[in-house]
């Protein structure tokens, strides 16, 4: 260390008495670094000012003044730009390097604090004022220079960057000051945290700071340390598996052994040879068992291609489920498991009587097919279409039970992801191939029956489209030939039996539903339900709430009372639970003993279950007693539903209000039927100050409920010539079919289960459009028989067969009170009520 007032070691010159320290220094700014007092320090000078400075002062006394720049990457600092402490620097010595930049060793003698500047070229000169540091004496400064010098110590051996020799000059200092200065000269830290060391006035507080940084130091090169200690090991141990394998496969090769490797690539061969793949799959899984066999099994790429292989042997390329073509027993199991759905079993048995037809007389061999762009299709893809709860998802089942075939069932509801049909390519982490090929590996047959739920309830979004996957695997000129996005080779999907199931087809994409062979299933009658629950609701509940037979017998005109009163559905769901909630009661009095058989009639039912729901023929002769209500037929993804529209009239100004959350098609059916209907006012006796003197409110009730359509145009258009001619409209009448303006009814879709809803409901006459008369042959005979149908051609025949004739009371009075006027006698009322 040089001390003041002494020779410099290094080049023999004299570090001047600070006492003599000149007022103004030439001020030298560095970059990125920190100069204390008692060290030294090596410096490379490169800018033309500063070399211009060390040019001026190394002829006198050598001493700079040594400021760091705040911003370190200035090339150039400003007064501005620099801190307010620096320090007194003397040159020790000095060499110039060929390529003009001087290298230089300063020594740092004492600290001072920037005053005015006085000179900015060439250089910067400045006043300087000293700030001697307060030395503090005692135990807590000695406790501190002993933490630092440890806390050195031990980040020395955790980076042993600096020589022996300096970390034992630093345990030798014993000054408080020298011992901080030093340590933080050699220690890392960045420059705002060097720079406030030395702007410290006390040295315990340099002291406490600079043991601050030094614990955290030790913390992060042990973590570090930690970190590369694991590496390290767990590197060693991949070696030491990898050289004891090949140690134990030489062992194995001596012994004539085989090794763990080599066994598995022999199974999979087997495997892969007994699979019967076709040309394609079997050169590809021969191409990645040969990549396997060369790959040491620690290898990453050794796990992806094991697991390829695991699939693609695994996948039934050659087994089939032998089809039962017996049509006899065939029918049978249908029937057994399914009541009514006869479009359905017959569409079975036609596919089961092509199959043994084509079995039974093979083709002649004439060469080639005359066709050479499309092959024979085996499969069948059929997609059911009904509301819930009529056995569209059961009766797949019941079709693989007559075939003799596996059953797959595949929920498709609330899918975004075309992977989920295609899978992912092998490129991703844990990829897998879609769900189609996961389910035919996991039932080991490729021509089962596979049930594809709730297609119409697929979504897509930034992940793809997986219904436009579902194109090829349903196309039967493409999916001879389905190619998954994991396995990479085509795949025969035609001899499976697809079978689709929806609600309704609005939400299908059209190029799917044109590979699909729709099948619709409409609703169950009260004869249907009650069959229904006789051979399959009641005894499944009785098996389920532990219920002997004998136990509890429910009457038909129990369960018809379930049907009427509190159920309204076109499928059985909710009447299961009915008959289910009986079953509960009646095993409630057996278990405490109060009955032993129970014995549930219409009363019965009703004690058990309460006040009932529904109203049936009574709501409707309630509802539509008063002038201005209509009964209308509406068509739901659920079944069939009977609307009320209602309509009112106030005094106003020609006003026309709509609500009851109507789409924009019903809302201008409405308008149209206002339009017909004052057209002819006349006819009707509707008198035009009327329409003058009111406002008009149509509304459908069940506002919180969307509705929209055309169908609904018939009934709006009676319900305001009711409102208008006081007369009432029949209480046992539903109605449906579209409106013109010239006063044509359109026909409309859905008839079959509009029909039945207005059946539930006990309607007996329904008025629909004569060009729907071909549709009623879908209706059950049992309920044509009970229902009387009127065709119609133009909201003339609507009126005359929908409103009560005009001298019988209505209960509606006008706006103002008075008895409503008493419309003109036209030839066809008069006919209608004779």
Known sequence: ????????????????????????????????????????????????????????????????????????????????????????????????????????????????????????????????????????????????????????????????????????????????????????????????????????????????RLNALLGREIEVLSLGQQIQQEARTEIEKVQREYFLREQLKAIQRELGESDEQAVEVEEFRKRIQAAGMPEEAEKQARRELDRLARLPTAAAEYGVIRTYLDWLAGLPWSKVSADDLDLAHARQVLDADHYGLQDIKQRILEYLAVRKLRAERPAPDEGPSPDAIRREREGVILCFVGPPGVGKTSLGRSIARAMGREFIRLSLGGVHDEAEIRGHRRTYIGAMPGRILQALRRVESRNPVFMLDEVDKMGNDFRGDPSSALLEVLDPEQNREFRDHYLEVAFDLSQVMFITTANWLETIPGPLLDRMEVIQLSGYTELEKLAIAQQYLLPRQLRENGLRPGEVAIRDEALRKLIRSYTREAGVRNLEREIGRLCRKAATRIAEGKETAVDVDSDRASEFLGKARFQGAEETAERTSLAGVAAGLAWTPTGGEVLFIEATAMPGAKQFMLTGSLGQVMQESARAGLSLVRSLSSKLGITEKFWVTHDIHLHIPAGAVPKDGPSAGVTMAVALASLATGRAVRHDVGMTGEITLRGKVLPIGGLKEKVMAAHRVGLKRVILPRRNEPDLEDVPAEIKDQMKFILADTLDDVLVASLEPAGKASGVRSPKGRPAPRPARTRRAARARS
Do not use: C, W
């Not at 933490?147 to 960057?161: G, I, M, V, Y």
């Open 1 to 208: 260390m040089v001390q003041e007032g002494q020779e410099s070691p290094e080049g023999g010159s004299l570090v001047p008495d600070l006492t003599q320290l000149p007022d103004e220094l030439p001020i030298l700014p560095l970059l990125g670094l920190v100069v204390y007092p008692h060290t030294a320090v090596p410096l490379t000078i490169g800018q033309p000012r500063s070399i211009k400075l060390i040019d001026d002062v190394a002829g006198e006394k050598r001493l700079i003044g040594l400021v760091a720049s705040k911003n370190p990457d200035l090339e150039q600092p400003a007064p501005e730009d620099l801190y307010r402490y620096g320090t007194v620097g003397s040159i020790q010595r000095l060499f110039r390097a060929p390529d003009g930049t001087i290298r230089m060793i300063v020594h740092g003698l004492a600290r001072f604090e920037l005053g005015e500047f006085t000179g900015l070229e060439p250089y910067l000169v400045a006043r300087v004022h000293l700030r001697p540091e307060t030395v503090e004496e005692g135990l807590e400064i000695e406790a501190q220079v002993r933490a630092a010098k440890d806390q050195f110590q031990k980040a020395a051996e955790l980076a042993p960057t600096l020589p022996r020799e300096i970390i034992a000059s630093v345990v030798l200092l014993e000054d408080p000051l020298h011992v901080a200065y030093t340590i933080t000269n050699y220690q890392r830290m960045d420059l705002e945290e060097a720079e406030a060391i030395l702007e410290e006035d006390s040295v315990l507080a340099k002291l406490g």
